[in-house]
């Protein structure tokens, strides 16, 4: 009796101890279980490249003065005294880069300041903010001479041997300018764009074409940085980040 008693323990502990170690197996495999899969997800991304020189090269981190510890991210010196320096401001160009692969919308604002250099009677240097009319930026623009289209005005004067007053010349810009409003230049177009999309790069600040900057005096220098936004054109995006209805130049946001 015993003996039967023994064996039928034994035999109830050995199945408890198979359900319990199928039970844990299973626990194990199941919490653990990954299912892999992959998915791209649409991006929304623009950034601008600024050059100064006649050589195009990028200008480096403006720094107040030569040996300075005060650096001043993304801002740039400007010469806005001397025509003939590579730093001049008719060789300040700007570049925005697209690399969306969604449907994007585009503005860029100008953050400058016109900054005369100053030095006490210790030999301490520093700065003043100029309060000064808004630089006329060479924002990038066409032209239609004679209702003919031009990229530049040079291009115009080379096929026409000339631009006279009997000319009819008109500007136009795919650069909307809202800068009184809220301070921004629109990209006036959508810019379509998908996974596979190169890059895109659209000129925003260009060579003086037509109107010529007016120099300051010596000892006068300008601080210029750029701030690029962009956004999604889908699901009403301007309407929600840039608190627009419609787009600046009239009409609706596609």
């Not at 791209?40 to 480096?60: G, I, Q, R």
């Not at 925003?204 to 220098?221: H, L, N, P, Q, R």
């Not at 701030?227 to 999604?232: D, H, L, N, T």
Request: proline share 4%; glycine share 6%; no cysteine.
């Amino acid at each position: 009796m015993r003996r039967r008693y023994r064996i039928m323990v034994m035999s109830i502990t050995s199945l408890l101890l198979v359900l319990f170690g199928s039970f844990s197996f299973a626990w194990i495999v199941l919490i653990n279980r990954t299912d892999s899969f992959i998915m791209t997800a649409a991006k929304v991304d623009a950034n601008y490249l600024a050059y100064l020189s006649s050589n195009f090269a990028e200008p480096d981190l403006h720094m107040l003065y030569p040996g300075s510890t005060v650096v001043k991210t993304g801002v740039y010196r400007i010469n806005v005294s001397d025509p003939n320096a590579d730093d001049y401001i008719s060789n300040l160009r700007v570049n925005i880069q697209v690399n969306s692969t969604v449907d994007t919308y585009l503005r860029v604002s100008i953050v400058d300041s016109l900054i005369l250099s100053t030095i006490d009677f210790e030999g301490n240097r520093g700065e003043v903010a100029i309060v000064d009319q808004p630089i006329n930026y060479a924002i990038d623009r066409y032209f239609y001479v004679n209702d003919v289209y031009y990229e530049d005005l040079i291009d115009a004067e080379i096929a026409l041997g000339g631009i006279t007053s009997n000319d009819v010349v008109v500007p136009g810009s795919d650069w909307y300018n809202n800068t009184l409003n809220d301070g921004f230049y629109y990209y006036m177009h959508l810019i379509e764009r998908d996974m596979d999309s190169a890059q895109l790069t659209i000129p925003f600040i260009e060579a003086f074409d037509g109107d010529e900057f007016k120099t300051k005096s010596v000892g006068y220098y300008l601080q210029f940085s750029i701030v690029v936004e962009a956004i999604q054109a889908g699901n009403n995006a301007p309407i929600y980040n840039w608190g627009l209805l419609t787009p600046p130049w009239g009409g609706s946001w596609s």
